[in-house]
């Protein structure tokens, strides 16, 4: 076949090259299922804040790859048996692990998709695939549902310590330039082993892990939580629900877009995935685009804010805005945009953010001993501060025009 | 002002940070003409190549302003007066050189808007900023024409070593992650000088200026005319072509493409400017996606191949295909696809491309020796190898459905 | 002078390039005290863990200096006035804050002279200089001895983010490639600021110092107080000491090292700077591969290990090892090497290693809130690890020959 | 063994890590003739213009082994077979290949072993090894000499593409940061193919043979031949040569360094090597600070211009000075420092340089096309600045004291 020759290495900003290991892969990469996530971003609309985050869920999930095969060398080299057919079935799971996510990520899972989370699709779609490849993927569907009895298979695809992980703290430091994110993911699997068929970490490792939880708590506040990409994304939440609900046939927009916002999405997932497979960011922002004229006050407003970049204002507390001061800030914003009170929802609401940059409950990060012993890292000695670090940090977003504080 | 409280500094991946350095340009930045930038990707569909190459205008005009910011501290520390305003002129120009560029860069120069040019629009957009900012856009304008008596300073904006082209080699190579094409921005801008008011280098910095001539080489036949590019590329323009061909009044697109597509274009700027503005890449891509759908058989056809990443094959070579070959060709598309000879003349075509890496003719890069005497640097003793890239290389290009030769 | 157009500019792998600012600071450069740092490795042995860690105190010290620049370029853009004077002092002062130092960095102090520290050796030259250089070092000397009024500027000299660490673990870190190590100096420099006359930064970098407290953390651990490099170095020190133990007139080894293994070195600072600057990282190497052929035993023993690279075992624990344990391996040392009880101890030896990341006793690092306030960085909200690394760390490390626990 | 769980995993600044790949290779780098190889810095003087250049052969043989690693694993994918045995002899050839380089890399060369090359020294070195590890070393013996059948082989050991150019380049380019200079390593390995028993590269990678052809040019007339590392390293081999001049045998310097400047070097190898290997940098810096207070005019004059880097003024020209000029500056040296007409040798001397970035005539870098056809990268179409870079450029180099051209 022609297709074999083409494409066979990728280069990559960060790990030089990642190549495609094999033909199955490469038509999966070919497919139009993964191929649209080269128009999925990965971090939504983060590039309002960081210019230069306009990387893809495609990059991510072929750099996920990529570590996923450093992982299974490096662990066939420590004595630990991974077969070929194990390899190839994890290195497919977690290429595919994000290819249900839809346009701008997170975003329609909090807004018009609401019941289905992302993971749920992804599984779904290996399933399609599963059968136009003839059962090829029976093994990593085992493995993805974590059925499979090597467990410590499925912790590579999802745990404190996956490829997965490893690969967007690494992509996402490297693309919004926040340096302190860096993490060293080539020494931190050079350092991954097997015990018990659980993924432990040598334990000169330590201070490894120790940087990586570190480094992940800061990506989370000074990206994925910074309170002006907050202030965007849930713009964009707003202007989906709004336009839901004031939905009508003749509206302007892309014609795939539409049966997600009318009440005609199919219950059945045969029906569901091949339309939702269609969706990408173009749509919802050439949408967002076309309601900078939409006779909607609310829906015209709120579009004209995100595409010109003039955010809500953002507070940030330990603790909940009082009721007086929320009523204030209401008032204000409904006197001087002339909106009733659902109107105001759109434009001044509070959010919690919730996030521990360690867990102890789940899947902890075990170190392992050269005497066999295993600990988890927050217990292991000299490590105060990560047990300090799996203590979730809460934090009160309110969000309001600036001129409604003024 | 709240204003000058915010976006002071934006992070970016290739210099760490870049300031905004006063208010003026922090509201020329905020305009939505200059966000308008953070749609219009910088290299096209490039992506489909480089996945990493998604960074955008708005980026590049940012760190381009940041390099003439280094530029004229290093000229101001060889002793070279260049007054408050001229420093904030050539900054200003350097941040709006790109202002006119249409969604895909240069596709729509080449397809649509045939006639005008990105700098032309520029110029026009700077005129009409100028106005909004009561002529404080005077100075830019004057150099930016090349009209300002100190003619150094417009070379810093456009020449063979202007800011401009330094930035986007070091920002391409960087996205793309084409490493070899690289170029040590800070220490060709520490060598810069001027010399009977050129820009010249001082001779030191020989090796440097070869090296940058060399990865610029390597840059266009590895990136910017990369035959799978130029395949996507030039898919596009056909694309857009034939939709201005079988345009119709209730073609699903995206509003603010429609005038662009119907021969409604405006002659007069005043009018065509705030149409142009409103146009950026998910305009283009949404349209694309809604003629997957289309009832004309081509432009469905090249649609879909573009979408799904189906690219149209391509020789090159180093003289024009023959006439025979070229039919052969022709007649098995006609025949695999079905079309007539209009028709196929969207599928099978030929391009010639033409590249020097360095030219002797206009803006030549001059050493500076320490007697005080310039030299062309292709003169240079030692220097035979640039003397050779300043011949242009020719290249034929021919793109045809893969099928048809077969 | 000539010697104005040499030099003005270094290659520094780490920052591109390092400018020297004036002529008086050109020639401290050109001095032979500041060229012998050139031979005073920055690191001492830890080349035998980190191949790559041959880097000296005189690039140290230009990185430092280079830093010191940026800081001063940011306090004056946040509107802290600091004179031309000021600004060549704390340069010239970090400059040259380790020109005291000794062979191997710290090696010398902790034998051969035990009773001097190289700050305090650092004042003393620095006062030499003064008068070489006609009192222009006056200021200089009054800011490193923290007596004058603006005692911030004493801080970006020494405190727990003077520019000495910020250069030293952005240094080690790149050249041991211990990339987790790796501070963003630019970053934290950025945020520096001065409230009542202290360095305090920015509580927008609040992760960026957490994260250089981690960083430096990992640093000790992994590279300052690597078991192998502590190996070494306590080799070393057991080297001098026993060959000044058994040192005579005849004795193999460079001239200038000799008075300082006699019992001759001179009290008087006047007498012992100009010999004491004659000493450098080959003289000790030179000398221990000349007493390979020793006649002493116990010395002729150390240096062979040392130079061949068979270092001494090591065992780490939270407590001292038992005065049986103890006395079990000193029996089986003196019955293998055939040494007396004197002898042993050069050979096996316990030693207490203490460090904390973070003291909040003494220059605490305060962050600056934008109503005015300031806040020690471990009480801030959310900064639990940090107080938790505020507890020093303490380790027992016992030495002794591999043969003697077999 | 003990040892074997030691030190397998290296870092390394520019690879991340270099692993030891097996058990003899661990005891080949562990021994003593090896070791002294982390005392012979790779670029001799360098530093005394790059201050980052201090990194040693030893470091250098690790890297290029670690290369080799990766072009077997390259070639093995691209089906040519190479087995265990071949596998590893290569890796021991490339580690080996420097073995025999003295203190200062070429210096002692040029100086006191004039008649001997490195890498006939390094052969014999072989050999012993060889010995000691009971003919394990026969096949890397075979390679080394090019007297094995698989000719490929050697050439990854020494042609115009091979691991030692490879990683020296990189590295030095890395530590002296010249960063023009540096080298995609692993994409052109990436692009190493064999074709009739030769390495060659595959089409596709012209533009990176382009690249590292013109880096290499560049760190030679930037690095390697900089005119003021040239300065030092001719006056550390004229010291050197006065020192055998004026040899007696109460000289003070380091013992094993004695027998070399005395006429009594041994002419048969046994005798040879084993002296020979005890020598390193630190023995010809000692001896060089001792002839600081030397007797002999000259050679304390050379010393002290070396040591404090006081060192002679450079004219580059493309011919030969001419004999009056050269006579008048020999003249007014004579006079200054009062020297007769046989010791102003020592100071004023003229040489000539010569390099070529590319030879047509050896090992010529030989492309593959498609079609299984091969050309010699200079004959390839586009590539006139090669055949450009194929002549050699020479320039003459006159050194004298400065004091007497003014």
Redesign the interface.
């Known amino acids: 076949m ?1 297709s074999t020759n083409k494409l066979k ?6 790990y ?2 990642i190549t495609i290991p094999n033909e199955l892969i490469f038509d999966l990469v ?1 497919h ?1 299922y993964f ?1 649209r996530l ?2 999925i ?1 990965q971090l939504g609309l983060t ?2 804040v ?3 985050a ?3 869920r ?2 991510h999930a ?1 750099g996920a790859m990529h570590l996923m095969g450093k992982a299974v060398r490096t662990l066939r080299s420590k004595g630990h048996k991974i077969t070929q057919a194990e390899e190839e079935a994890v290195l497919i799971a977690i290429l595919l692990h994000d290819i249900g996510h839809g346009p701008f990520s997170h975003v329609l899972e909090n807004s018009i998709v609401s019941g289905i989370s992302h993971e749920k699709l992804s599984l779904e779609y290996m399933k399609v695939l599963n059968q136009e490849f003839d059962g090829q993927l029976d093994l990593t569907i085992e493995i993805f549902q974590n059925l499979y009895p090597k467990k410590f298979l499925h912790q590579l695809i999802s745990s404190q310590l996956d490829m997965d992980r490893l690969d967007y703290l690494r992509r996402d430091s ?7 994110g ?1 993490v ?1 993911t ?2 931190l699997i ?1 350092m991954l082993n097997v015990a018990d068929d659980q993924i432990v970490v040598d334990a000169k490792g330590i ?2 892990v ?2 990586f939880i ?2 992940r ?2 990506m989370y ?2 990206v994925y939580l910074h309170k002006t990409v907050l202030s965007a994304e849930f713009l964009l939440i707003k202007i989906l629900q709004r336009a839901k609900e004031v939905y009508s046939g003749d509206m ?1 927009m ?3 877009l539409s049966p997600f916002l009318s009440d005609e999405i199919p219950v059945d997932y045969s029906d569901l995935l091949p339309l939702y497979a ?1 969706l990408d ?3 919802v ?2 949408a967002l ?2 309601w900078t ?1 939409h006779e909607d006050r609310v829906l015209q407003l709120l579009c004209e804010k995100l ?3 003039k955010l809500l204002g953002i507070r940030v507390n ?1 603790a909940a805005a009082s009721r007086e001061e929320m009523e204030r800030i209401r008032q204000k914003t409904a006197e001087v945009y002339q909106l009733n009170q659902d109107e105001v929802n759109y434009l001044v609401f509070e959010e919690i953010i919730s996030n521990n940059a360690y867990s102890s409950q789940q899947d902890k990060i075990n170190l392992l001993y050269r005497n066999g012993t295993t600990q988890d890292i927050a217990q292991a ?2 490590q ?6 799996a ?1 979730p ?1 809460v934090k009160h977003f309110m969000f309001f025009p ?1 001129e409604s504080v003024q």
Do not use: C
């Open positions: 022609s290495i990728l280069n990559d900003p960060i030089g090259f070919e139009p191929q080269r128009r971003s590039y309002l960081y210019p230069g306009y990387h893809t495609f990059h072929l490297f693309y919004t330039g926040v340096s302190e860096q060293n080539e020494r050079s201070y490894s120790e940087k570190v480094a708590r800061l506040w000074q302007a892309p014609k795939v269609k960011d173009y749509d922002m050439a685009k076309e004229q595409l010109h970049r330990d000695a000299d105060l501060n990560i047990s300090a670090l203590k940090v600036k």
